[in-house]
């Protein structure tokens, strides 16, 4: 049922209607909540029904190509392939009449007690469609799958700070044992942006090859096309979804593919896109043929570091996905790490990715003054008091655009500050402002925890260097 019928079945229905309609929804997430053996496969016909989405902001205008996007590795061909997810679920062991286990109820039955048909609110801003796709569809899935798979998984922002929030996706959250694992990128987009532009963007599975545009503008398809593409590289995944309450268009990819399949749901079709496969296509499904690729990646990069050791330059190697990822040692304070696969996060100011032993980090910034201000913070705070429980800085790292801060890392990562950590981040601020600096951005996201308890301090890029208390200082919250 389209958004605009669901609208209109809810406007036509009494009030009296409406009011006995949700009781009953509600009556039947008790009666699957109290039952001896409640299943998956009625956990989601209860969360079945999507609420409609007032139309709202009219403009179809779509975000600009970012300068990462522009140096991607090229987009080769959309194929649109309107049966592979259901290939995939068939293929798969899968068996949703399974009863829920008891420790995973109480988080599915949170979403089956929602109101999900009520319009939800007008559309005024990108954000508002976030929030509907987060809360409505997202959230519930992650619930079911984490209960059905018997680990952790969630969906939200990728980050936020500062009242900035990023991209959505669908990920295992970072533990003491495990790393963040992104598993499928998220694109949202408003009602009216995926209406004006759905006929080109699925028109590109009719084309022998992706248009990438080198140094031309791209048109608003193109640019939903690099969107996303770009959010699979940055977050290492090899699905996504583009979601809007007029249409859902599932995305996947081969590993280390450069050719994208999509399947649609909620629209008409604008045509029959089947095609035989290409013989590249062909080529890269098979099994050998990307063993032999991925083999010789690797022994390129062994040679251009055995080179680049040779000619005396030190180098790094980061798996951000975009090219290029070799960055050039510009100073450091001692020998660091050469290789960092692990993605950690980001936040407003830039992207982190972790050592293979992971007692280093190397975070990248967008802007390289930010980078420069953090390196100096940094380095002054380490010089004055060493013995200070903050990152240490080990060196500064170049490609050409972007700069990077190598410095150690140290403690897993917190949810919320606890009451006995309080206390030593009091002591770790009290040492700082010692000796004129002032971190300005003290939340759980930039506290790190040992094992044993030990707090550490990190994330200076909004740090002052200051004597004395600043006035209105936002350490003095803490």
């Known amino acids: 049922m389209s958004n605009a019928q669901k609208l209109a079945n809810y406007n036509a229905l009494a009030v009296d209607s409406r009011v006995e309609q949700r009781k009953a929804d509600t009556q039947a997430a008790i009666s699957w909540y109290s039952a001896t053996s409640p299943s998956f496969s009625a956990a989601l016909s209860l969360l079945h029904p999507v609420p409609p989405v007032i139309p709202g902001n009219t403009n179809t205008a779509t975000k600009s190509i970012s300068r990462k996007e522009r140096k991607l590795k090229p987009l080769s061909k959309v194929v649109y392939d309107p049966d592979w997810l259901e290939d995939l679920m068939n293929t798969s062991d899968v068996d949703f009449n399974r009863t829920v286990l008891s420790n995973a109820r109480e988080a599915i039955f949170q979403h089956l007690t929602a109101d999900r048909r009520s319009p939800h609110q007008a559309e005024v801003a990108d954000g508002v469609t976030d929030n509907f796709h987060l809360n409505m569809v997202l959230k519930p899935a992650a619930a079911i799958a984490s209960a059905f798979e018997e680990v952790s998984i969630t969906a939200g922002y990728a980050f936020a700070q500062n009242s900035t929030e990023s991209d959505l996706i669908?990920?295992?959250?970072?533990?003491?044992?495990?790393?963040?694992?992104?598993?499928?990128?998220?694109?949202?987009?408003?009602?009216?942006?995926f209406t004006a532009h759905e006929a080109e963007f699925l028109g590109y599975a009719e084309e022998s090859s992706f248009p990438w545009p080198v140094n031309s503008d791209a048109t608003s398809g193109l640019r939903m096309?690099?969107?996303?593409?770009?959010?699979?590289?940055?977050?290492?995944v090899d699905f996504a979804k583009i979601f809007s309450p007029v249409g859902v268009v599932y995305i996947h990819r081969e590993p280390s593919s450069d050719v994208l399949h999509f399947s649609r749901r909620h629209m008409r079709s604008r045509s029959d896109h089947n095609?035989?496969?290409?013989?590249?296509?062909?080529?890269?499904a098979n099994p050998t043929f990307d063993y032999i690729v991925s083999s010789l990646m690797i022994l390129i990069l062994y040679l251009s570091v055995f080179w680049r050791l040779l000619t005396g330059l030190r180098i790094i190697?980061?798996?951000?996905?975009?090219?290029?990822?070799?960055?050039?040692?510009?100073?450091?304070?001692?020998?660091v790490s050469w290789y960092f696969p692990h993605f950690v996060g980001e936040g407003a100011s830039g992207a982190v990715w972790r050592s293979v032993d992971g007692t280093e980090v190397v975070k990248v910034y967008d802007d390289r003054d930010v980078a420069l201000h953090e390196a100096l913070i940094l380095e002054l705070a380490n010089t004055k008091d060493p013995d200070l429980p903050i990152p240490r800085?080990?060196?500064?790292?170049?490609?050409?655009?972007?700069?990077?801060?190598?410095?150690?890392?140290?403690?897993?990562?917190?949810?919320?500050?606890?009451?006995?950590?309080i206390p030593q981040i009091r002591q770790t601020l009290i040492a700082l402002h010692a000796i004129g600096v002032h971190h300005h951005d003290v939340r759980p996201a930039n506290v790190l925890v040992h094992h044993g308890g030990t707090v550490n301090l990190i994330d200076f890029d909004r740090a002052m260097l200051r004597e004395g208390l600043c006035e209105g200082c936002a350490d003095a919250l803490v």
Do not use: H, N
């Not at 096309?225 to 290492?236: D, V």
């Not at 095609?275 to 890269?284: C, E, K, S, V």
């Not at 080990?394 to 006995?420: F, K, N, R, W």
């Open 225 to 236: 096309w690099m969107q996303i593409w770009g959010q699979m590289f940055k977050y290492q």
């Open 275 to 284: 095609q035989p496969p290409t013989l590249y296509q062909i080529i890269r």
């Open 317 to 335: 190697y980061i798996a951000t996905g975009y090219k290029p990822t070799l960055f050039r040692v510009l100073r450091s304070s001692r020998p």
């Open 393 to 421: 800085f080990l060196g500064l790292v170049d490609d050409g655009d972007d700069l990077g801060v190598v410095m150690t890392y140290s403690g897993a990562p917190v949810s919320c500050i606890s009451e006995d950590a």
């Open 170 to 193: 669908v990920f295992t959250p970072l533990s003491q044992d495990t790393e963040r694992k992104p598993w499928i990128a998220i694109e949202d987009k408003r009602a009216a942006v």
